[in-house]
Structures are given as structure tokens and as C-alpha cells.
């Protein structure tokens, strides 16, 4: 029975004993398990076992696994079976254990691969801190230098040097602080261009000036120059010659005020200043009578009014050899008439 229990179960073995450890019924080809009830320690598990519960007899050095049951059916008897296990299960049981235990190492490394690990981490954070720095580092020296370099241009600009240029060697061409850096460059070449053209015409209208001040001072006849409002801003030495009086203290001042004799020709040519003003004026000065010949007439620039020009010349003692010659030709005729008669 025992034997055919075995069979039906695919066990190794089977043994049935009592307490005393006498074999009582076994399975062919199977050996007594030879158990001593009173030193095992997991045999006494089966012996304590209540009936029909199954105790597991552990035995790590053999490859066979056994396990043990009391018989309801019988007193003090029980039931011991075995079964090799396979090659391959003891094989998986052994990785399974390796890995278990390699396991609990790695639990128990736990800690110190954390620590580990963060070292590592703040070390490759810290790298990646430096990069980044040197990364920005150099950008924002490729950004600041041209920069600084416009700062610096811009001032001496400030200070009127116009010949300054930023350097663009070493911006791209596409590059935003490299358009600005040529055009700063455009502008400043425009600007000193355009200084140095202003400085020509203003030497040459100084030259004009020396020149037209000298005809001016040549000229016998008395030039007043006024702006549009009708307000003296220069005058050549025949005029305060021929009119007694400093016209450098009338400057910026109403014509009218120096001379109103003049302010009704004045008005002429503002009211139509497409027409010259041509008068005969009378002045007092000194205690003695002048007569002038005057002419104003307006000064445009592409129809536009900048001032007018007053030139005028005594013509006193014309005028009184005129006189004087007129007499003297009636004073002849007359002698002429009372002499034929005589």
C-alpha cells in the first residue's frame, strides 16, 4: 500500500513510524529516513503536529525534500515522505538564493550607495555648475566687449571726437551688436564728414564776411544790414561817418529808432518787398542839414525773407554845386542880357 501510495504521488519515499522511530511500513527501493525523534529539533515539529497537518522537514545539505504527517486513521504513527528534487529547480532555488542575498547585501550597502550617489551627483552638478558659468562667462564677454566698446565710442563722441570707430573684427556680421558697431561706424563717418563740411563752409563764409566787411569799409556809401524785423545787426564805417552817430550802440535794435527818418521807406519794401524803396530824406545833425539818397530793398533766400539792406550816400554838397552852378549859369545870362542892351 505504501509502495502504491508512493507510485501515485511520484514520491522518492515513504516511511511510516511511530514515535519510538521504528519503521512500521516503507515503499520499495526507499531507505529508513532514520530519524531521531528525540534530538531533531524539526522531527519534533512532526510529533507535536496536530493531525493532519503537514510539517515540512527542512535538510539544506541534501537535494530531497521531506516532509512529515500524523495519521488521523492510526495512534502513534506517522507518515513520512521524500521526493528528490530537480536539477534544475535546485538550480533557479540556488540563483533565487544568490540573489536574495545579494539582495540583502545591496540593502544593507543601502546607505552608503546613496551617499554614493549624491557625492556623484553634487560632483556632476557642480561640473555642470562651472560649464554653465564659463558658458555665460564667455557670452557675456562677446556681448559685453563690443558694447563697452560703443559706450566708450559714444562718449568721445559726446566730447566732439568724430573720428573715432568701434572695432568689428571680432563681431559677425549678421550679429545684432554687430550691425549696431557698423552703424555707429556709418554714423560717426557721416557725422565727421558732415563736420568737415560745415567747417569748410563756415571758413569760407568767414572768408565772405572778412571780404564783403572790407568792400564795406571801402565803399563811400552808408550800408545798414536788418534782419526780418526791421532790427540793425551791422553797419560799415561810411554809415556812422555820414550820420555822426555810433550805430554799434543800436544793435538789435528798431530802425525807426536810430533813424526814423528812414521807417516809412522800411515799411515801403515790407509791404512789398518784390519793389525796391528809393528816397530823398533830409537829417539833422550836428546843427547842420544832410540830404541822403536812399535805397532798401529786401534780402531772400528761395523767396523767403532774411532781412533787408539800407544803403544810402550824402548828397548835400552835390545838391549845393548843383545850386551853385545853376546861379552862376543865371547870373551869366543875366549879365549876357544886360549887356546887349548897353
Not at 515522505?81 to 540556488?94: K, M, T, Y
Not at 512789398?272 to 524803396?277: F, H, I, K
Request: proline share 2%; glycine share 6%.
Amino acid at each position: 500500500i505504501v509502495t502504491t501510495f508512493a507510485n501515485d504521488r511520484d514520491l522518492s519515499e515513504a516511511v511510516v513510524i511511530n514515535s519510538s522511530g521504528r519503521t512500521l511500513a516503507r515503499s520499495q527501493l526507499s531507505f529508513s529516513l532514520g530519524f531521531n525523534f528525540a534530538s531533531g529539533d524539526l522531527v519534533k515539529g512532526v510529533l507535536n503536529s496536530q493531525p493532519g497537518e503537514v510539517f515540512v522537514i527542512e535538510n539544506r545539505n541534501d537535494n530531497v525534500v521531506r516532509a512529515g504527517v500524523k495519521l488521523e486513521a492510526f495512534v502513534d504513527t506517522y507518515l513520512l515522505i521524500g521526493r528528490f528534487i530537480d536539477a534544475q529547480v535546485l538550480e533557479h532555488v540556488s540563483q533565487t538564493t544568490g540573489a536574495a542575498n545579494q539582495y540583502a547585501l545591496l540593502e544593507k550597502s543601502r546607505d552608503n550607495l546613496q551617499i554614493k550617489f549624491l557625492f556623484v551627483f553634487a560632483l556632476v552638478a557642480f561640473l555642470q555648475l562651472l560649464a554653465a558659468i564659463w558658458i555665460g562667462w564667455s557670452i557675456a564677454s562677446t556681448i559685453s566687449t563690443p558694447i563697452g566698446g560703443l559706450i566708450d565710442a559714444a562718449d568721445r563722441v559726446r566730447k566732439g571726437d568724430l573720428s573715432v570707430r568701434v572695432n568689428t573684427e571680432n563681431t559677425k556680421d549678421r550679429d545684432e551688436v554687430g550691425i549696431l558697431s557698423r552703424s555707429f561706424n556709418r554714423m560717426t563717418e557721416q557725422l565727421d564728414s558732415q563736420q568737415q563740411g560745415l567747417i569748410e563752409a563756415n571758413r569760407q563764409l568767414d572768408e565772405r564776411r572778412r571780404f564783403t566787411e572790407v568792400v564795406l569799409s571801402g565803399v563811400s556809401a552808408g550800408v545798414i544790414g536788418l534782419d526780418q524785423e526791421g532790427r540793425v545787426l551791422l553797419s560799415n564805417r561810411s554809415a556812422a561817418d555820414l550820420l555822426s552817430i555810433n550805430l554799434n550802440e543800436y544793435i538789435e535794435e528798431p530802425l525807426g529808432k536810430c533813424l526814423p527818418e528812414m521807417a516809412p521807406l522800411l515799411e515801403q519794401v515790407i509791404s512789398n518787398p518784390n519793389r525796391n524803396a528809393q528816397g530823398e530824406i533830409k537829417v539833422a545833425r550836428e546843427g547842420r542839414q544832410q540830404i541822403l539818397i536812399v535805397s532798401v530793398a529786401a534780402e531772400k533766400i528761395a523767396q523767403e525773407i532774411i532781412g533787408y539792406v539800407v544803403t544810402f550816400d550824402d548828397v548835400s554838397e552835390l545838391l549845393s554845386a548843383q545850386r551853385k552852378a545853376a546861379w552862376a549859369d543865371v547870373a551869366r545870362r543875366i549879365a549876357h542880357e544886360i549887356k546887349n542892351p548897353l
